[in-house]
């Protein structure tokens, strides 16, 4: 099973988000001093979902190209044109062929789960089949949504 970029620990973006928060749990002194705050958490997550929208978008178009490596056509193209540049939609419009086929992607992410139709859980990073109609994040259970929930609610609070 091929591994996304993410899973590379040396110089990824999520390897170096999990160092950060590695070194900030143990009291680095590169971190010591850094807020270490709800919404720190959640630009973390937002980062780490922004990476695996990247991954997914890649693993997608490797995917198309090797199934019509033998015989290239107009429809590789139009799937090619039409990769999500996004797990979760944007927004629900039926007509709107990027989201028309679901394409799942066997790529695992850097805690070793395997993606899953949308990715990775946005709260415990999980394979993620669902997606938060709200707020438009991948979710694993609805436990991980409610906590997603709230803890976008504190962080709206402190910023009001």
Known sequence: MPLSPITNVNGTFAAVLDQLNAEY???SPITRNQPNSKSDKYIDSLL?????DVCIYYKKKEDIEEEYRTDPNENMEFELEHIPIRAVPVSFDPADPCYRTIRKVDIV???GFNSGIFGWCF???GTANLY???TRVSI???ECKLKHLEDL????????
């Open 25 to 27: 749990d143990i009291g």
């Open 48 to 52: 780490k979902s922004l990476i695996d």
């Open 109 to 111: 992410n850097e805690r």
């Open 123 to 125: 709260v415990c990073r």
């Open 132 to 134: 938060c109609k709200d």
């Open 140 to 142: 694993c259970t609805l």
């Open 153 to 160: 609610g504190i962080i709206i609070d402190k910023s009001s």
